[in-house]
Each structure stands twice: as structure tokens, then as C-alpha cells.
């Protein structure tokens, strides 16, 4: 199993749809868990930190399930400016100092 | 607020010379980071740095070396360039506290012919 899986999508949704991903983690020890977002040719950049109670940013939600060892993010009323590449981020198992990265989910919002 | 700087942005180089890539943080964050990114590959650690006056191997070090010449500045540099570490890289550095954020730069893009 892979230390951290997304689907690649893409997921095409259009405006005003609610989308989720979820990402799977193989290190049952991972204290640490981000989504970060990607636009093409940028660099990423933290949408939302994950925590056990789950987070809610406006229209987006993240939840932790550490039994199934999955992470999802939820977008509620998707924009077109939400289109880009999601990552899931866990720390690894060298501890606090490493984190990898999941391959990323696009998301692609059309009119 | 400049964050994380990288330089240089984009570089070209033949098979074989070297460079360095610079990066440089002003938020005071203890870690510092070099990844790579390549088309379906996702992100992947070259090397880290814990803090100052370490460095620790990612998980593809091969063909690079760093250097953590303070707490602000963490280099990267290829001594002999290949076509496979064609890519774009990027420097990222992370909060001291829990659950410890990354902040990246804007990335370097390299290619070696």
C-alpha cells in the first residue's frame, strides 16, 4: 500500500455542485494532516489543516477518520476559482520533520 | 511579507555542469525542505534540514547535496546535472508548532539537455 493515495480525478463538477475526495494514509502513527491546493504551474499552498474533531473553512470541510485511515475534503457551492489540484499531505514515518505527499486530485469547475 | 525566496526561477543547463539553487526563509521556522516535482510523480523529498547544522537524506537525495548555511538559508546544488533531474523544484520551510504548516517558494524550473 502507498503512504498516501488520491484519486487523480479529474473530477469535473459544475458550478454550484459539492465534491469530495478522500486520501488514504498507510501509517497508522501520522499526527499530522493538510490539504493543500496547486494551480498549474504554481506552488502549493495550505488550504486547511485537518484535525481528529474535523475543520470547517467557509465552504470547505475536512474530516479525519483515523480507524479507516482516510482523510476527506468536502467543497460545498464549488466556484470556478476552486479548479486545481488538491494534495493530502501526512507526516511520515520519519517523524514531525517529514511529510509526504499524496500525487494530487484535480478538480476542474465549468460554467 | 517574502516568505520563502528561490532563485534562480528557471534554468538551463547541459549534461554534466553544476549549480546551485538558493532558497531563503524569513519567518523563522526551524525546518527547511527541497522537493521535487515531476509529472505523476507528485512531490517528492530530496533533503531536509531538521534545523541548523543538520541535514537529513529524503526520499531521493541521489545526485544532490545541500547545505544549511544558516537558520534563514538552506541551498541545494547538482554537481553534475542529468537529464533525469530535469523537474521543478521547490524549497518549502515549516512551523515549529504543531501541526506544522508548510510554506513554499515559487519554485525553480530546471532542464538539462
Known amino acids: 500500500r502507498k503512504e498516501v493515495e488520491q484519486d487523480p480525478g479529474p473530477f469535473n463538477v459544475p458550478e454550484g455542485a459539492t465534491v469530495a475526495f478522500n486520501c488514504t494514509y498507510s501509517?497508522?502513527?501520522?499526527?499530522?494532516f493538510f490539504w493543500y491546493r496547486q494551480d498549474c504551474r504554481k506552488e502549493p499552498k495550505l488550504l486547511m489543516s485537518v484535525y481528529s474533531s474535523g475543520n470547517e473553512d467557509g465552504r470547505f470541510t475536512a474530516q479525519l477518520n483515523r480507524a479507516s485511515q482516510y482523510i476527506s475534503l468536502l467543497i460545498r457551492d464549488s466556484k470556478l476559482s476552486d479548479s486545481a489540484t488538491y494534495l493530502c499531505?501526512?507526516?511520515?514515518?520519519?517523524?514531525?520533520?517529514?511529510?509526504?505527499f499524496g500525487k494530487g486530485t484535480m478538480l476542474l469547475v465549468s460554467p | 511579507n517574502a516568505g520563502v525566496t528561490q532563485t534562480p526561477k528557471f534554468q538551463v543547463l547541459k549534461t554534466g555542469q553544476s549549480m546551485t539553487l538558493q532558497c531563503a526563509q524569513d519567518?523563522?521556522?526551524?525546518?527547511m525542505y527541497w522537493y521535487r516535482q515531476d509529472p505523476g510523480m507528485g512531490l517528492r523529498l530530496i533533503y531536509y534540514?531538521?534545523?541548523?547544522?543538520?541535514?537529513d537524506k529524503g526520499e531521493v537525495p541521489n545526485g544532490y547535496n545541500v547545505s544549511r548555511l544558516n537558520k534563514r538559508e538552506f541551498s541545494l546544488r547538482l554537481e553534475s546535472a542529468a537529464p533525469s533531474q530535469t523537474s521543478v523544484y521547490f524549497c518549502a520551510s515549516r512551523t515549529k508548532t504543531p501541526p506544522g504548516e508548510l510554506f513554499f517558494g515559487e519554485g525553480s524550473r530546471l532542464t538539462v539537455l
Open positions: 519567518m523563522n521556522h526551524n525546518s
Open positions: 501509517n497508522s502513527a501520522s499526527q499530522s
Open positions: 499531505v501526512v507526516n511520515g514515518g520519519g517523524g514531525y520533520s517529514t511529510l509526504t
Open positions: 534540514s531538521a534545523s541548523e547544522g543538520t541535514t
